[in-house]
């Protein structure tokens, strides 16, 4: 596996307890979000390092996270129908900064949006969709810290699964590997991925989005 791990009581020691935050696997130039699907479509985009197939659709919203243990909260470990194969995506950190400058938040707050009907004009019109929820931790307990995930649409989807990514990586096997740690109460034996806070080098833009800072 090209991702480097740590044990999660070391992780955890290290990382912010609250705020809003963009933690996730990083080298230099590159980062990781992570997706999960049904064994087809995860099969197809491993082989061909890009997202499509028959059963594929880029006509809907797709949804991408940097955050291990939120994926993991959100495909129940690999668990959930049709999200059995957790797949990691290397993406340059700039495409990330990119897409974080098309996006709007997904519910309306005064502190970014003017009133109502500005933040309504962008969610019509923008392709990708921010929301900050709950982070988890092992076990699918929210914490205090709020993690991001971003929707994708349109020809910002288009770009992203076919044109952008770096790497696809099946991390499925190592999912579940680390799963029987968690079933069998073992934090001191969990490890998880290398996890750090990013920023975007452009510092408003973290502003814009809701980013602690």
């Known amino acids: 596996m090209k991702i480097k791990t740590e044990k999660y009581l070391q992780a955890n020691e290290i990382m912010p307890k609250e705020g809003q935050y963009i933690i996730g696997h990083q080298s230099e130039d590159e980062i990781v979000v992570y997706q999960a699907y049904k064994p087809s479509i995860a099969d197809y985009a491993v082989k061909h390092q890009i997202f499509g197939g028959s059963e594929y659709g880029y006509g809907r919203m797709s949804w991408i996270k940097p955050n291990f243990l939120w994926m993991m909260y959100r495909c129940g470990w690999a668990e959930k129908e049709n999200q059995e194969r957790v797949l990691a995506i290397w993406i340059k950190k700039k495409t990330l900064e990119d897409i974080l400058s098309q996006a709007v938040l997904s519910s309306f707050n005064p502190r970014y949006y003017k009133d109502r009907d500005v933040w309504k004009e962008e969610l019509d019109n923008k392709e990708v969709r921010l929301q900050w929820d709950p982070d988890h931790d092992p076990y699918g307990e929210k914490i205090s810290r709020r993690a991001i995930q971003l929707g994708l649409k349109g020809t910002v989807l288009q770009n992203f699964g076919k044109g952008q ?10 999912v579940r590997q680390q799963k029987k740690h968690v079933d069998s109460h073992r ?3 969990l490890e998880v991925p290398v996890e750090r806070v990013w920023y975007p080098q452009d510092k408003t833009l973290g502003v814009k989005i809701g980013m602690t800072l």
Not at 165 to 174: G, K, M, Q, R
Request: cysteine-free.
């Open 165 to 174: 990514i770096s790497a696809i990586e099946d991390v499925t096997d190592y």
């Open 187 to 189: 934090l001191d034996l």
